[in-house]
């Protein structure tokens, strides 16, 4: 039976990594040669140099890309590392239409660096199509898509802006690393470059930063191949096998965190204390339909909003389970507030622009029993609303 034919679950861990071919081994070795013996002067063998290729990391990159449905993978130093490379296809002159809540290194990329060298950019509401239109330029070259997005989880139809690319010969760039191919599959959708911070969800422990990027068309995967040899943020073959690792359990993990996630998501928004959830599970999310039409589920990040900035503090000081923390996506429940952590590279008045209040937190649920993250933050809460009482 070809893999190919088997349940997502069941490729996570019958693919052609399977089993070393050598030893039979059942995890695959962890090659440190940073070059590679030639047995002829004349025609090299497939591996030479480990910043071309070194078999660790391309059988993490030959697993996601089967995962993803694509034809080659790419492995990076982290998740940047992957979306920079993948900006480098863009040249000077050219112009990119980006989801305007973004991740703060992603933002940071485009307004700092990409500006000097003379690629424009437009943000923009990419759950409003119209929107997206009026951003397009002669010079625009690439759709940068993230859905859900960083952190109010916005939900962006990948196939519409896939459809509108293709009209006028530009690239669609699809983030997916809070839903991860277990959820949604953005090649299938269309898509031209997946990109993943494969710290998150994809290893899911909390000990190792990687990035991976995916394609479907053999000249794109030559050109991309291209950058990440010039380029040379390649990961490092120990994290290569951390995430290898860390994707065996990638299903059973998700499952249990995103049904977590629904129940507190659930419990937030039932809660007086709590202004306002963002989570793509709730039947009110504007994009509710359209996450169910393009994704499996809703993923196990949610955001949520106190009454203010002191509320924030109060409950930050007084929850107890969750690990306050930058990152997302771990065993572990993983609590952050994005305007000094993960949108910190966005000036204030940026955040503000697009919703990203300082009274925003944002959760990725692990696999704690819900109920107790629930109890934990029932009295965080109430701590808040004593603190209210007695001022």
């Not at 949604?184 to 990035?211: I, M, R």
Request: glycine residues 6%.
């Amino acid at each position: 039976m070809e893999s190919e034919e088997y349940c997502f679950e069941t490729k996570l861990l019958h693919n052609k990594h399977k089993v070393d071919p050598v030893t039979g081994a059942v995890s695959v070795p962890i090659q440190h040669a940073s070059t590679f013996h030639q047995f002829d002067i004349d025609q090299f063998g497939k591996f030479d140099y480990a910043r071309s290729a070194n078999p660790t990391r391309e059988a993490l990159e030959d697993v996601i890309a089967e995962l993803e449905g694509g034809i080659k993978g790419f492995a990076f130093s982290s998740g940047m590392a992957a979306i920079s490379t993948a900006f480098l296809l863009l040249s000077s002159g050219d112009h990119v239409v980006i989801t305007e809540d973004v991740y703060g290194g992603t933002f940071r990329m485009v307004t700092e660096v990409l500006t000097r060298f003379g690629i424009e950019h437009t943000f923009v509401d990419m759950t409003d199509l119209d929107q997206v239109k009026q951003a397009i330029k002669p010079n625009t070259k690439a759709f940068y898509v993230e859905t859900p997005s960083n952190p109010l989880l916005k939900v962006t139809d990948i196939q519409a802006i896939s459809v509108l690319a293709k009209e006028i010969n530009a690239l669609t760039f699809v983030d997916n690393t809070f839903l991860t191919p277990a959820l949604q599959k953005p090649l299938e959708l269309g898509a031209d470059v997946v990109l993943h911070s494969a710290t998150k969800f994809l290893s899911g422990h909390s000990d190792v930063v990687a990035g991976l990027a995916v394609v479907k068309d053999e000249n794109l995967a030559k050109r991309l191949y291209f950058l990440q040899n010039s380029f040379g943020a390649v990961l490092g073959v120990q994290d290569a096998w951390l995430v290898l690792r860390g994707l065996k359990t990638l299903h059973v993990r998700l499952e249990q965190s995103q049904k977590s996630a629904n129940k507190v998501a659930q419990f937030l928004q039932a809660n007086p204390l709590v202004k306002k959830v963002y989570y793509p599970g709730l039947e009110n999310h504007p994009e509710f339909e359209l996450q169910k039409a393009q994704a499996i589920g809703a993923g196990a990040v949610l955001s949520f909003e106190l009454a203010d900035e002191d509320a924030v503090r109060s409950f930050v000081s007084n929850v107890k389970i969750p690990v306050f923390a930058v990152s997302l996506g771990a065993v572990e429940s993983i609590l952050s507030y994005p305007a000094k952590m993960s949108h910190a590279a966005m000036p204030q008045a940026e955040r503000e622009k697009r919703g990203i209040k300082n009274s925003l937190l944002r959760l990725s649920v692990g696999l704690e029993n819900p109920d107790d993250l629930i109890k934990d933050f029932s009295q965080a809460l109430a701590m808040q609303y004593q603190n209210d009482l007695v001022y």
